[in-house]
């Protein structure tokens, strides 16, 4: 599986955008991009995940660049709610399901 | 209506005892894992297993073992416990959702164990 590069803390002010960047050089034409959170002292929580086309859900956006290189994923609003660890994932599209976690970024949201 | 569960949420006990972390799903999922989180925050998988059969096994000490009983459930039993397995341990499951012919599972956690061991 491809390994990922990612900005170990960022800061956001709340009700503005969280842009939470990931790079991903040696990814695989069949690697999926996921992006999961972890909210202090809480299981990972699953955010959104793409192959190569830009997905959007309820909560989050993540934008995936042409050559699949880099990803960014996008909180539109961030509230405290969202302050957490962010980790940004690259994972074969196989059956055994292993997910690979880094450092991640740690996300501060500020009032 | 909790999706994945696990007990006890604490656990402590001395080093050499035998403990066991049990972990129950209620969404239908095919896969369920262990992983564990250690003191400097890395998220590392141990287990996996498909339909009860073990798919993936990460170099764990064979003092840990899970068991499935059914597909619903994976337990965790660790015998002569270490100060090293001191961590907190996620439970997790997922469903193989086909897209194109490509698995793409999602992975729902559970709330996490944590362990201490003095």
């Known amino acids: 599986d491809a390994k990922t590069t990612q900005p170990p803390s960022m800061d956001c002010a709340e009700g503005r955008a969280a842009n939470l960047p990931c790079n991903h050089s040696?990814?695989?034409?069949?690697?999926?991009v996921y992006w999961y959170r972890q909210i202090h002292s809480q299981g990972p929580q699953y955010i959104i995940h793409g192959l190569k086309n830009n997905e959007t859900n309820e909560m989050a956006s993540l934008i995936i660049t042409e050559d699949r290189k880099s990803s960014t994923l996008i909180l539109p609003h961030a509230t405290l709610r969202d302050t957490a660890v962010y980790y940004c994932i690259v994972k074969a599209a196989s059956n055994t399901g292993k997910l690979i976690f880094g450092q991640g970024t740690t996300l501060q949201v500020k009032p | 209506d909790t999706a994945v569960s696990q007990t006890p949420k604490y656990l402590v006990t001395q080093m050499g005892n035998d403990k066991s972390i049990k972990c129950e799903q209620n969404?239908?999922?095919?896969?369920m894992y262990w992983y564990k989180q250690d003191s400097k925050k890395f998220l590392k998988i141990m287990f996996s297993y498909n339909n009860k059969e073990l798919i993936i096994n990460e170099t764990v000490p064979n003092r840990f073992s899970p068991k499935s009983p059914d597909k619903a459930h994976l337990n965790l039993h660790i015998n002569s416990l270490e100060l090293g397995d001191s961590a907190v341990y996620f439970c997790?499951?997922?469903?193989?959702?086909?897209?194109?012919?490509?698995?793409?599972?999602?992975?729902?956690f559970g709330p996490g164990t944590r362990l201490t061991v003095l």
């Open positions: 997790a499951s997922s469903q193989d959702e086909a897209s194109g012919g490509i698995s793409t599972d999602t992975q729902y």
């Open positions: 040696t990814i695989s034409g069949n690697e999926y």
């Open positions: 969404l239908g999922h095919d896969t």
